[in-house]
């Protein structure tokens, strides 16, 4: 073992003002060997230490500097394994007052599977930090790691401006002009090749980039939707998806002609007696057919036979039997069709969604025991 200790120290006061400073600097270098029942150990270490102060006439300590530097090598091995193992340690830290301010920087090796480096700034009590660590995972796999602590996280131009930052990562909400900003990561321009959102939230407007439109604002290219006033703007304009909210199908006896009415269809569609079900948040269309074959006197008159069936929703339709134990309507199609169907906006499903058919006919054409088909579409 050997030991090498330099110490230097200065000391200087004020007769006028009383204000003392004073400096110190050490350096100890050291050597170990040991054996101790047959592992042996080597091991060295370099220690540099510089500080300065300054102290009020009462005895106080008005400011502090340090710096403080440590090296240190260990080797270790036995009949089984050797062990190695190499840290460099530098602090520097300042006070005055009550305020501390310190830079902490370690980096470590081990066996020659992990190497690590860390960086830790306090100010304020208030941790600034990062860590890179490349080592052999529990699979023996390489694996490396970069980890950061801090507020805010950005990355700005080579030149060191900060004109351009590509993004910002908050790791805390922000309140600014009295709307909350959650953590998150934040960018002023984002170029995505491919994107895959689960929930977005989009504060004024998003387009298309061949988005473009006329002087009376009719859109001629591209879509454009505005979160601030709903608009949805788009040239050629398709609107695709499933519309259909129930459908089903009756059967009359006898002949129907032109005039026939079938009133309160049963759709299946259970809402409550509170729901509007042609209002501006829903609207429903409903559309039938007579899919059974037309006859006519003499047979039918290619100019001058016609037929259609009129669909209506009857809005606010009531009955009191689903509510009940009453029993089921005498007429089919007034009875409860096999499939119901529960729309997300009803409130309640003691109702029903009712039709209104009738059959308009001209050229003397009517219809022996129709089957009669009909469907309600959700437009809203």
Partial sequence: MSFDVLTLQGRVTSAESGIAGGAEAHSQLATRVTDAEGAITSQSQSIVSLSARLETAEGGTAGNAE???SLDTRVSGTEDAVNSQAQAITTIATTVGENTASVEEVAQSVDGVMAEKTLKVVSGNRVAGMV??????EDDAPIARIAFQADMFAIVSPDGSNETVPFTVYTEARTINGRVYPAGVYMDNAYLGAASIGRAEIANVIKSDDYAQDANGIPIAGIKINF?????????????????LAQGSFSVSGDVHGGSRWAFVNTGIRVGKSDVWQASNVALVAAAAITSGATAPGG????NTFWTLNASIQPGARWN?????NPDPAASWRKDPAVLVNPYWA???DQRVFLAIDLEA??????????IEWTVFQVT
């Fill in 228 to 244: 601030d006033t709903g608009q949805i703007k788009a040239a050629g304009l398709i609107t695709s998806r499933p519309m259909i």
């Fill in 300 to 303: 039918l008159d290619p100019n």
């Fill in 347 to 349: 409130t309640g499903n």
């Fill in 321 to 325: 039997g689903f509510g009940g134990a």
């Fill in 132 to 137: 890179v660590r490349s080592e052999l995972d």
């Fill in 362 to 371: 001209i050229g003397g054409v009517y219809f022996s025991n129709p089957k």
């Fill in 67 to 69: 710096a403080v530097q």
